[in-house]
């Protein structure tokens, strides 16, 4: 799985974060603010105790099937 981590440059000083990841035509996009730490360090969107509560609530709203592994999901369910 690909990481998508990435810096940018704010008032002169790197910033880590993650890429923007469009989806593709038809599919939902989904906006944040900006990601937690612990997902910058992984690499990945929706990680650690807050991104179990994202994919819960995507399987609770039936847009990600009941079966969905909340501890191994990640962005390319919602990026694909």
């Known amino acids: ?7 940018l440059i704010l008032d002169g000083l790197p910033v880590e974060t993650l ?13 944040g603010l900006n990601p937690s730490p612990v997902s910058v ?6 990680q650690g105790r807050l991104g179990r509560a994202f994919w819960r609530r995507l399987v609770t709203a039936t847009i990600l ?13 919602v990026a694909a």
Do not use: I, K, W
């Not at 799985?1 to 810096?7: V, Y």
């Not at 890429?19 to 906006?31: Q, S």
């Not at 360090?41 to 929706?46: E, Q, S």
């Open 19 to 31: 890429a923007d990841l469009p989806p593709e035509p038809g599919r939902l996009l989904f906006v």
């Open 41 to 46: 360090a992984a690499g990945h969107y929706h």
């Open 1 to 7: 799985m690909p990481d998508h981590r990435a810096t």
């Open 65 to 77: 099937p009941p079966a969905t592994e909340l501890d191994t999901a990640d962005d390319a369910l």
